[in-house]
Every structure is written in C-alpha cells, then in structure tokens.
C-alpha cells in the first residue's frame, strides 16, 4: 500500500472513530469562548460594582453607561495582555490549577491603567471612586471562578476526546506517535484528538526520502487548506539527519514548529506530573504574528488605505486618462502573485508597458526599456503605477507593508536557488517594504540582488511591531522622492 493511499486510510479510520464518540469541538472556539467569558465577567462586575455600592450608600442609582464603558475598557486591556501569553489557548487552558498569580497581577495592574486614563480624560466625575474600588475588588474573584470552571469543563471534555486541536497538525515517527498515550497528549498540545501524518518506516535511506517528502506535500496541503497555525514533529531526538530534513520542509510553512521531547526523553522525567507542568519542546521555528498582531496590522492596512484611496481618486482618474491616449491596450495590467502562505492572487497595476507578460517567462524591466510606453516611464519613476494596489490592500490579499510579491516565473526560479526565500511568504505582500526603504528596489538581475532583498524581508518578518511599519512607511516617501531604482 502506498503512502497516500495508507494516510487516507488512516484518516477514514479517524473520521469514524470520531462519529462514534459524538461531537467533537474544534480548539479554535476555545480562546473566543474564554475570552468572551472573561469580558462579560468583568463588565457585569464594573456594573453590578456601580448599583452596589451606590445601594449600600443609601444612595439613588445613577446613569450606568460609564460603568458600562470602563468595564468594556477594563475587559479589552485584560484580555488584550493575557491573549499576548497565550493564556486562553490550548493546552494551558486544559490543564488542571488555576493561575491564580497572573490572574491577579494581570487585574490589579489593569486597574491601575484604568485610574491613570481616568485622570487623563478628567471622567472622575462621572465614575465614583466607590464604584470603582467595589469593582477593583469583586472583580478578580470572578475571574478566578470563571477559569476555574472553565479548567473543570475542558478538561473533562479533553478526557473524553471532545475536543479537536483543528489548528495543528502532529508529524512523525510511526513508533514515536503510536507512543504518546492520551496523558501525554493532553501535556503536549491540550487534546487527545490531533491530525497525524506518519512518515515511512522504511529502512533504505533514498526510499524513505522520497516517501517522507510524499508526506510533507500532503502536510503542506492540508495546513494551507485548514488554516493551521502550528506543526509539531515527533522524532528521536537522535536522529539530526531526520530533524533536519522536517525542519527544511517545515520552513516553507506560515506557522510556528516545535520539535516535541521523544519517548526517551519523556521517560528520563518520568512524565509523572505532566499535566500540571510545561513541559520542554524545542521551537524550531516560530508563528509569523500572532493572532493580535495581525489584527493591529490589518486594522492599520484599512485605516491608512481606505481614506488614501479617496484621496488619490483624481490621480486615478487622470491617470487612466493618459493611458489611454498614450498607448492602446488595457489602463489596468494585472498579473498573478503569491501572497500569505503561497496562495496566489492577482496583483493590480497601471500599465506602464506595451506588453502584458504574465506565464512561464516573464521578463524584468530595464533601464532605458524599449517595452516601456512614454506616460509608463513616468508612472513608474514616480511609483503611480503601484497604486492601485491599495484595492488588494483592502481585499486583504496584500498589506501596506511586506515583501514586494514577484511574478510566478521569478518566484519558481527564485525558491530553487534561495532556500530561505519561501520564508517571506509567512506574511502578507506588501504595497512598499523594509527592503525598499533600504534600496532593494527594482529589478534583480543577478543572484546578489534577490540575495540582499531576500535578507532584508526576512529581518522584517522576524521583527515586526507596528512602530516599525510606520517607519516604513514614513521612509517610503523619502524613497520615491529619491526615484532610486525606479525604471
């Protein structure tokens, strides 16, 4: 039996098994579940906090909506901070013991934020300081109870395999995986029930090469189409030779990578309080942004690109107008691009050639290039050929800031002589980029080129901030002033 058929198989088997248990629930509702849980928590404590105290007071019940709204500020912040340590994410979520610790510190330090915006906007007067302590003080109590019961459920529901870590998949050894019991399943990942894919047993070198790459195309497809987030090999730790070759394949990936401990490993600790501890994984390779991350990025995307686009209306129209009385043929050229996790996309531009290459061979432009139309050679000095790539912003098939895409054909040649290069797909294509500000700008004709813009995306997409993404975009202007490499 071959490889693919012997995974089908494997799979069928599972879909049944997970018929017969009943309905299992996917672990990417958990952190909205728990978070959700937590901001009700602490907007119905912000007011009940405000009719309590003004009860206790004698006092007649006043208008509830700033309760309402420090609670719902109270609630972003919290949830905010504990989301960026992965505080509702599996498997910490499931395991037993309450963190108690970074519940209250996460709190009280949320309630000094509270008071210092309170003083800023000058609102004491229509929150009183007595509401507020009550709610100081109640609310930590019902948090702690809330995740308590909420530790109590999942892990109840993890027992009895009834829920799916959707968001990762496990790869491995086939004698490792069949190794890992439900205990320390649970440990590892927060749920018994994961997506397996099993490398070849075989005991020849070059078959079992080519096998175990049959099995990371099949990985590599079904992250991309399930929008996974996390790969996790299980391997002897011994082996380096098979480590090495998952981490190259791995690479291609937009998601994090943890190398989990092995069975020798797992029983020099005994693996006695694994539940209740964390347990040592080696990162291999890290997530692009998390999930805040790139919400704050896409937020940014469509705050800065949907009022430029307005304002740059009379531009497009006067450019389309040139274009046609320059040259026949189309005002918009468009061309296929790879953008997050390799998924393609039609990038849009103003024509600035006369032809429209877009298959297998696509031809860099040059300095001083016949194919360039007299208004194009202008659109492209000045970068208002780029433009109309704000709509692929807004789309959300490009950001404001990444990696310049390249057309397929360059991509292709590009992957087979750079083996980082498939890297700068682990964000999304950019309108301008750390590598343009920095005069990696143009075409690259020779391997020198791509090498140093390849360098530059790569120190973007390992460090990223939002502050950095202003810089750039601030330094953009500079750069299209300075019309350095733009022919």
Known sequence: MSIGSDIREKTRQVDQAHGQRGTLWPSDLIPYILSTSDALI??????????????????????????CAVGLMAAFIHILRMS???????????????????????????????????????IGGDYSRGTFFVFYLVTPIGLLAVRKATKSNLGSAVAKGGIRRGDAVLVGDQSELAALAPRDR??????TDVKEFRLSSEVDREQRLVADAGVFDQVGAFVRRNNC?????????????????????????????????????????????????????????????????RVVKRAMDI???????????????????????????????????????GKEFVMLKFRTMRVQEDGPVVVQAT???PRVTPIGRFLRAASIDELPQLLNVLSGEMSLIGPRPH???????????????????????GLTGWAQCNGSRGATPNVEDIAERVKLDLWYVNNWSLWLDVQILIKTFFEVARKRNAY
């Open 186 to 191: 649970l440990a590892l990942f927060g749920a």
């Open 407 to 429: 057309a397929l054909a360059h991509d292709s040649y590009f992957e087979k002589i750079l083996e980082d290069y498939a890297f700068r797909h682990h964000v999304k294509p």
């Open 367 to 369: 300095r001083g290039d």
């Open 84 to 122: 960026g340590i992965g505080y509702y994410d599996l498997p910490d979520s499931a395991k037993p013991g309450v963190e108690i610790t970074q519940i209250l510190v996460c709190w009280f330090s949320t309630g000094i934020l509270l008071a210092f915006f309170a003083f800023i906007l000058k």
């Open 42 to 67: 602490i907007i119905l404590c912000s007011i009940g906090g405000g009719i309590a105290y003004h009860l206790a007071a004698g006092s007649p019940i006043p208008n509830l909506l700033p309760c």
């Open 303 to 341: 705050v800065v690109a949907g009022p430029a686009l307005a304002a740059l209306f009379p531009i497009f129209i006067l450019t389309a107008i040139a274009i046609k009385l320059d040259s026949a043929g189309p005002v918009i050229f468009r061309q296929r691009r790879k953008g997050f996790n």
């Open 229 to 293: 987030r996390e790969v996790l090999l299980v391997l002897p730790w011994t082996d380096d030779a098979r480590i090495e070759y998952a981490r190259e394949k791995v690479k291609n990936l937009p998601v994090s990578s943890r190398l989990l401990p092995d069975l020798h490993v797992r029983s020099l600790s005994n693996f006695v309080s694994s539940a209740r501890q964390r347990v040592l994984v080696v990162e291999i390779q890290r997530a692009p942004l998390s999930a805040v991350e």
